[in-house]
């Protein structure tokens, strides 16, 4: 398995994982996409909550240029751990929903 495949797969596992875990509110249900020709991963919620429409992505990631792109986590999860915990460098993560100037800042990617 080559590094891309090894990345989706733990991409996956991780938004699987939470939409196993959703709420368990029937008019709500989480949906999970998967673009592996793009490299586009989210799970996001959508259905009803009484008269209130419910409709949003959770967690978000991309495979662009070899490295993980964190988009959008919504969970209290550290994601960027819990892939380096998978065996992903510190180097092929970018958290992504942080300015290009805060991210030179972490342990992580700036791109």
Not at 65 to 77: A, L
């Amino acid at each position: 398995m080559d590094k891309i495949e090894s990345y989706q797969q733990f991409i996956t596992q991780i938004l699987s994982k939470h939409a196993e875990l959703s709420s368990g509110d029937e008019n709500v249900k989480p949906q999970l996409i998967f673009d592996r020709e793009n490299n586009h991963y989210q799970l996001a919620y959508v259905g009803w909550e009484g008269d209130k429409r419910v409709f949003g992505p959770m967690m978000h990631f991309d495979i662009i240029d070899g490295k993980i792109w964190i988009q959008y986590n919504g969970t209290e999860e550290a994601v960027a751990q819990t892939l380096v915990d998978f065996g992903v460098p510190h180097s092929d993560i970018v958290i992504a929903f942080h300015s290009r100037f805060k991210r030179q800042f972490t342990s992580y990617a700036v791109d």
